[in-house]
């Protein structure tokens, strides 16, 4: 497990909580693992922490989501509970407290056993019907060694932001999209639901500072305090 120096250094290089890092460290940890299973090359990593794990998001992630291209869900937890028994073996203590399969495919949470009491992360893998992509990328981390995962094709992980926040409508999704324009990663071709989404944006009455604060650098606290006149304006650029 990452030392308390380590720790503390890079929550003040971050500018965010201890437990920020400790959570990301546990994820880089997790999926430098997950990623040297055979199975793996058909699971897709995407979700607000792939943006932040591959693309550079400031938004700090709870949660682990993929997507999969096999519907073998006793392959599926095979290829966890080895990336599991390969990380204890660096001596590093941790639980799995749920597995199970859900409408939409599988769900699991590992509760990873640190000297600051449990720490808990939810991967859900999507089993839905549909055509999906993957594509290699190597993560580069201050927090662990190099690796390489298989990541959800941009344009589809661009699209099923947006697909998130026209449904549930969460403060993440809001600000996932304000980076994706700020970071140019939305196709051209995608634009045109951009309409739709700046009248979702306006009819919205979530408490963005509250919500988004602690996940997000000091240094980005600004933009949330006016949120989502930000994201409007980035929209309005696109349209």
């Not at 290829?79 to 660096?90: H, K, P, Q, S, V």
């Not at 403060?171 to 309409?195: C, E, G, M, Q, S």
Request: net charge neutral; hydrophobic share 40%.
């Amino acid at each position: 497990m990452i030392a308390d120096h380590v720790l503390k250094s890079l929550a003040t290089k971050f500018q965010t909580t201890e437990l920020n890092v400790r959570r990301e460290y546990c994820q880089h940890l997790f999926l430098s693992y997950f990623y040297q299973q055979p199975l793996t090359d058909h699971i897709y990593f995407k979700g607000g922490t792939a943006l932040r794990t591959l693309y550079n998001s400031p938004r700090f992630s709870e949660d682990l989501d993929f997507s999969a291209s096999i519907t073998d869900i006793r392959a599926l937890e095979e290829a966890l509970l080895e990336t599991l028994a390969a990380i204890a073996r660096e001596n590093i203590n941790l639980d799995l407290t749920e597995s199970k399969t859900t409408t939409g495919g599988y769900l699991a949470i590992i509760a990873f056993l640190t000297n600051h009491g449990p720490l808990t992360i939810q991967l859900e893998i999507s089993l839905r019907e549909g055509e999906k992509r993957g594509e290699a990328m190597t993560v580069v981390s201050d927090l662990v060694p190099a690796y390489t995962v298989v990541a959800l094709a941009r344009e589809q992980l661009v699209d099923e932001k947006i697909q998130a926040l026209l449904s549930r409508k969460k403060a993440r999704d809001f600000y996932d999209l304000y980076f994706i324009l700020r970071a140019n990663l939305l196709p051209a071709h995608r634009r045109d639901v951009l309409a739709q989404v700046l009248e979702t944006t306006r009819q919205s009455r979530i408490d963005f500072q509250r919500e988004l604060k602690e996940f997000l650098p000091r240094s980005h606290w600004a933009i949330i305090r006016d949120f989502p006149a930000p994201l409007e304006r980035e929209i309005a650029r696109f349209l």
